[in-house]
């Protein structure tokens, strides 16, 4: 499946962002899905992941509390709802799939998407 991340953009600290996950094909119940981001520089890391089958969720600490990650089975998307952005949030984001929950390693997830960037302006 090719997974196709999307929404990024240039905002300021303290604004909202919103990206989209979309599967070319099935999604299914036994996968988890999840975000990363890399920043310039800096290993990918993980940021939220998605239980498809249960919705339950699991966050990295830095984004607890700001971020939600969400699903639409209808439409095979994933999102990332980011709130009150800091500007250490600017990465590319990207979104891939394991069958793991919860796992943070980015080395068990497969499908990698082109990612999309986001930009915090302080």
């Known amino acids: 499946v090719q997974l196709q991340a999307s929404g990024g953009g240039l905002v300021q600290a303290g604004d909202s962002l919103r990206l989209s996950c979309t599967a070319s094909?099935?999604?299914?119940?036994?996968?988890?899905m999840g975000w990363f981001r890399q920043a310039p520089g800096k290993e990918r890391e993980f940021v939220a992941s998605?239980?498809?089958?249960?919705?339950?969720?699991y966050y990295a600490e830095s984004v607890k509390g700001r971020f939600t990650i969400s699903k639409e089975s209808a439409a095979q998307s994933v999102y990332l709802q980011m709130s009150a952005l800091k500007p250490e949030d600017t990465a590319v984001y990207y979104c891939?799939?394991?069958?793991?929950?919860?796992?943070?390693?980015?080395?068990?997830?497969?499908?990698w998407g082109q990612g999309t960037l986001v930009t915090v302006s302080s």
């Open positions: 891939a799939r394991t069958g793991d929950f919860p796992e943070t390693s980015r080395h068990k997830y497969f499908d």
């Open positions: 094909g099935r999604i299914y119940s036994s996968w988890v």
């Open positions: 998605i239980r498809w089958s249960t919705a339950r969720t």
